[in-house]
């Protein structure tokens, strides 16, 4: 029978590009194998997948796509808790009898090998288990979160507070000191369901058959470390990690009917000097409030320098930091101070909802980059070697910030005040420094090295490819599979 390896995202669309990414990594070392990736339906409007589903399957015949019946949450289903997360979780255990059922029709035609999962998907754990499919995770983001997660149920035992009411600094093995308050805000409330959820995932990932990781041991060597010394699981056994990365987009899935918009953004960028131009992007959930793009507008005018900046419609609920549901492209002439688009027009390019970063962070003329810190932008900009200024907005995002801007310092941190707002003081400091600084031409250099590093961890006899290799090899020993 054929040999198969069985793919289950999060729903959100940079979950499904990141695995399906390690599908094709997967099919590059075996090309005999098949992917079977399992889409459900999304919790809330987390950008649509339908393109890049569409262009994935025209270019690689050898991953199928599975789509399950759509499922929502029952009618009368209510939560406290505030969290988009809170609902997807919810709703992928909904999913469970889907996973059963698709494992066992895909089972009849193939021998599968293993299941992988996202750490959002960890309900179907269980499932694997029950149908005897070794099951792993795949974490899309860097090691020094996966070490918190590991520990959290250590962490859950040593406090009693909430770390929202905690005013502490957690030291968590192979992680920077964390405080409290960067923990992910769905876990901040030990009362919320989302940290009752994300806590029993935690505690069940450690009997999974091992855990791929979307990052490189050059990049991140002491959470590594960490975590395969058995520091992050105290009390029981650690699964093997498997760093696979860095994996990023292969360049599908643009916004429908945007090719128009890519195409002016790079010309645009064409015209631009070499290494002049920031960046700043923030994600396919995140957005700003009217106060705060005009504060970012004023920063940016008066730092001198020169941009790309692609601005999404503010939320109705002023408090939110992520989009839920579908927003229309935003009117800047209402959003952005007045005048701001023609007294920056020759040095600067507002772009509306959507730009294609991959795309844009290699093209010569950029030389910075203001993130929102997720992990996916994080190593494109690392794979482009392109220094950041650090804004997080959501999920783990705080502690990727701790990450990039005092561990592997190819970034610099963006205070916001007491209200969370950033100042246009604060904006215009950052993006100078980026750009003019000696600090930022140290970061530079820094980012530039790893860009090599993150080339040779891919290449072949690489750290990466060399673990890739062996994940692959332990399949076929487990299976006594004529895998090639």
């Known amino acids: 029978m054929e040999e198969a390896v069985v793919l289950y995202p999060s729903p959100a669309i940079g979950h499904l590009i990141s695995m399906v990414e390690l599908g094709k990594l997967l099919l590059s070392h075996c090309p005999s194998l098949s992917i079977h990736v399992l889409i459900t339906s999304q919790a809330y409007n987390a950008g649509s997948t339908t393109s890049y589903i569409a262009s994935v399957s025209a270019a690689c015949p050898s991953i199928t796509f599975h789509h399950f019946p759509a499922t929502s949450l029952p009618p009368d289903f209510a939560t406290t808790s505030p969290h988009h997360e809170t609902l997807a979780l919810e709703l992928l255990r909904l999913n469970s009898p889907n996973v059963h059922s698709a494992l066992t029709s895909i089972s009849k035609n193939h021998v599968v090998h293993a299941v992988v999962i996202d750490f959002f998907c960890g309900s ?35 406090y009693t507070k909430s770390y929202k009411d905690l005013n502490a600094v957690l030291h968590v093995p192979g992680t920077p000191p964390l405080p409290s308050s960067d923990i992910g805000k769905p876990v901040q409330d030990r009362n919320d369901r989302a940290y009752e959820l994300f806590l029993e995932i935690s505690t069940n990932m450690p009997t999974s058959a091992g855990i791929i990781i979307n990052t490189f041991e050059k990049l991140e060597p002491r959470a590594v470390q960490a975590i395969r010394d058995g520091k992050c699981v105290p009390d029981g056994p650690t699964p093997p990690l498997f760093c696979i990365g ?67 419609n503010p939320p109705q ?43 844009v962070l290699n093209h010569s003329s950029v030389g910075g980059f203001v993130t929102h810190c997720g992990w996916n932008s994080v190593l494109e900009a ?33 205070y916001e005040s007491e209200s969370g707002l950033v100042s ?19 970061m530079r250099e820094r980012v530039k090295s790893l860009k090599e590093e993150a080339k040779a961890a891919l290449s072949r006899g690489g750290s990466s490819s060399v673990e890739l290799s062996n994940l692959v090899e332990s399949w076929k020993r487990k299976r006594g599979s004529g895998m090639e």
């Open 382 to 414: 690392v794979c482009a070697g392109v220094p950041m200024v650090a804004w997080p907005l959501y999920a783990e995002q705080r502690q990727n910030k701790g990450l990039i801007v005092e561990e592997i310092k190819i970034a610099l941190p963006l």
């Open 424 to 442: 246009s003081e604060e904006v215009e400091k950052r993006v100078r420094e980026l750009m003019e600084s000696e600090e930022g031409e140290i």
């Open 246 to 312: 860095p994996l990023i987009t292969s360049g599908e899935g643009k916004r429908e009917g945007d090719s128009n918009g890519m195409s002016y953004c790079l010309t645009w960028l064409d015209s631009q000097p070499k290494g002049s131009i920031v960046l700043l992007c923030f994600g396919s959930l995140g957005f700003f409030s009217v106060e705060q793009l005009k504060e970012i507008a004023t920063g940016l005018e008066r730092s001198g320098q020169r941009f790309l900046w692609v601005v999404r």
């Open 124 to 158: 179907a754990l269980s499932v694997a288990h029950e149908l005897s499919i070794p099951c792993y995770y795949f974490f899309t983001s860097p090691a020094s979160v996966l070490t918190v997660f590991l520990y959290f149920p250590t962490l859950h035992k040593l």
């Open 317 to 359: 609920d002023t408090d939110r930091k992520t989009a839920t549901s579908a927003m229309p492209d935003p009117d800047l002439g209402s959003l952005l101070p007045e005048g701001f688009l023609e007294r920056t027009g020759e040095r600067g390019l507002v772009v509306k909802t959507w730009a294609p970063q991959m795309e």
